[in-house]
């Protein structure tokens, strides 16, 4: 069984474009985690690709250089795979294109439906669903819409961004005015005061498992007076305890507020005095992944066999205790 991982940024996807330090480590941890533990599937070939300015991974390999187009490279490798796993930003729309053009070729592709791409890849489209649910989260104005009585701190971001890229505080308002950003496509948030977590959920037409519950290590950078740059510069997967239920319960909540999540997702939190918060709703695989394995004990990816069988992830019916596993991304 060959299987396709095509994680965006490590696979060429930038080729044009200088290696982003913001989103090139976070890659090659998702990209390296899901190699490994493809690898230790019985049956299963993995087939990549890779930017040739880096260092080819371990596995077979096609390396994508500056006169070559990556989707085309792509589309030939993910029509002669049983499975294409994309990986990728949901920027400008980046993770929609490369599951569409996964699901061209590839007889299975684990990845959600476009109806939650779509959702999911806006944080002000996933903002409202979440408020018609009742589902606590930020609320979020596009940037040239800030209403008068939103008070400082804010956060500004790309409506369609990942992660923490173009993640900025503002201390004051008269300072987020100053800068004059470019209003089209950003949107601006109230800075909610608590702890950054993060679920990691597996998602089945008929069922929802939480697999973990992570902390978020977030670093701030001052850019100048009242203004910051926030980034993501580790976690620990699975050190948050749901004994009560809660991180279930809201992960179940957030997937039907969300049609077409499928398999291994994540949500970023936080956790304030008076529950958690929904910041936003990744799906696909994140960062987590990288520690997933380590923290349950259990091969994520050994859903393949089965997922080509059936067409859809199984059922995790005794799922181990999770254990704290840190991951460094920067």
Known sequence: MRVFVCEFVTSGGLRDKALPDALLPEGTLMRDAM??????????????????????????????GENDDPWAVWARLAGEAHVVWPVAPETDGLLERLVALARTGAARVIASEAPAL????????????????????????????????????????????AGATQTQIWRSR???RAAQLPSAGL??????????????????????????????????????????RLSLTGLTVGCLPD?????????????????????????????????????????????????????LGINPAAFLPELI??????????????????????
């Open 187 to 228: 949107i601006v948030q109230p800075y909610v005061a608590g702890v950054a977590a993060s679920l990691t959920v597996l998602c089945r037409p008929d069922g929802v498992t939480l697999l973990t519950a992570n902390l978020q290590e977030i670093a701030e950078e001052e850019i100048a007076e009242n203004e910051g």
């Open 174 to 176: 008269e300072a987020l």
């Open 118 to 161: 779509r959702i999911a890849g806006r944080k002000s489209l996933t903002a409202q669903h979440l408020a018609a649910a009742g589902i606590p989260h930020i609320p979020t104005y596009a940037l040239e819409a800030m209403p008068e009585a939103l008070a400082a701190p804010l956060i500004t971001k790309p409506d369609d961004g």
């Open 35 to 64: 190699v490994g533990d493809l690898e230790n599937i019985p049956g299963v070939q993995v087939v990549l690709c890779h930017d040739d300015r880096l260092a080819p991974p371990r596995a077979d390999s096609v390396a994508v």
């Open 243 to 295: 004994t009560d239920g809660k991180f279930a319960a809201l992960a179940r909540a957030v997937v039907a507020a969300i049609p077409g999540l499928s398999g291994i997702i994540g949500m970023d939190l936080i956790l304030t005095e008076e529950g958690p918060v929904v910041v936003e709703v990744n799906p696909r695989i994140t960062t987590s992944y990288a520690g997933l394995h380590a923290s």
């Open 309 to 330: 069988r059936d067409g859809r992830p199984p059922a995790v019916p005794h799922l181990p205790m999770a254990v704290p596993v840190e991951v460094k991304v920067r």
